[in-house]
């Protein structure tokens, strides 16, 4: 039942390294991770940081790749991953010290946005970070042509999904209370955000 995906084998490292600077010293906090897909990333990084407790999560019924990377992988650190839709009404735990989505926003509806900084603000306090990463719009640039079509794509499969307007987004933060800290131009047109409180 392990799924595979090419794109999280190749941004794995470059989204680690990003991790590598935010991520707490200290041993035992948790991660949160929102629309953990495979799997691949939530072994890639438990066994990377293995002093932190990792928390894979997804929508019901798409944990079984998950469970079986996570079962495969054998890591103490690497929890049983739970279901979890941005539209449930709280967080699946109560406390984290980063919340990160990988490409889930530009799949799922434009809401989820502001639903996954309101769990973010339940789940994170003062000072923790929540790390997105995938393409982006922004509002002084045009899109790079591989997006572009990458766009095209998905709101052809579902035209509710599709890039979101970086300024959309932290405008949505802002509203939770984030503010944004860094962005980390990564390869193959895609950046990593971050945003604290
Ligand atoms: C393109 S995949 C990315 C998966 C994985 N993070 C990666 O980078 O390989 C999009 C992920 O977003 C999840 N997703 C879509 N809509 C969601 C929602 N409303 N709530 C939670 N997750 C959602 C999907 O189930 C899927 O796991």
């Given at each position: 039942m392990k799924q595979f995906s090419k794109a999280?084998?190749?941004?794995?490292?470059?989204?680690?390294?990003?991790?590598?600077?935010?991520?707490?010293?200290?041993?035992?906090?948790?991660?949160?991770?929102?629309?953990?897909?495979?799997?691949?990333?939530?072994?890639?990084?438990a066994r990377r940081f293995p002093h932190l407790l990792w928390q894979p999560t997804n929508r019901p019924g798409r944990l079984a790749s998950i469970e079986a990377w996570r079962r495969d992988a054998g890591l103490e650190n690497l929890l049983t991953p739970l279901p979890f839709d941005l539209f449930d009404d709280d967080p699946p735990v109560e406390h984290a010290e980063l919340v990160m989505a990988i490409n889930v926003i530009h799949?799922?509806?434009?809401?989820?946005t502001d639903k996954l900084f309101e769990h973010a603000a339940q789940l994170l306090s003062v000072g923790s970070p929540i790390l997105l990463y995938g393409p982006y719009r922004y509002r002084d640039r045009s899109l790079e042509p591989s997006n572009e079509r990458f766009d095209?794509?998905?709101?052809?499969?579902?035209?509710?999904?599709?890039?979101?307007?970086?300024?959309?987004v932290?405008?949505?933060?802002?509203n939770h209370g984030f503010k944004h800290v860094q962005t980390r131009r990564l390869p193959a047109?895609?950046?990593?955000?971050?945003?604290?409180?």
């Open positions: 999280c084998e190749r941004n794995t490292e470059p989204i680690a390294e990003v991790l590598a600077e935010l991520l707490p010293a200290a041993d035992g906090g948790l991660v949160v991770e929102v629309g953990s897909g495979t799997g691949q990333h939530a072994v890639a990084f799949i799922a509806p434009f809401e989820a095209a794509f998905l709101k052809k499969r579902d035209p509710e999904s599709g890039l979101r307007l970086f300024e959309d932290d405008a949505i933060a802002s047109n895609n950046d990593a955000h971050w945003w604290m409180r």
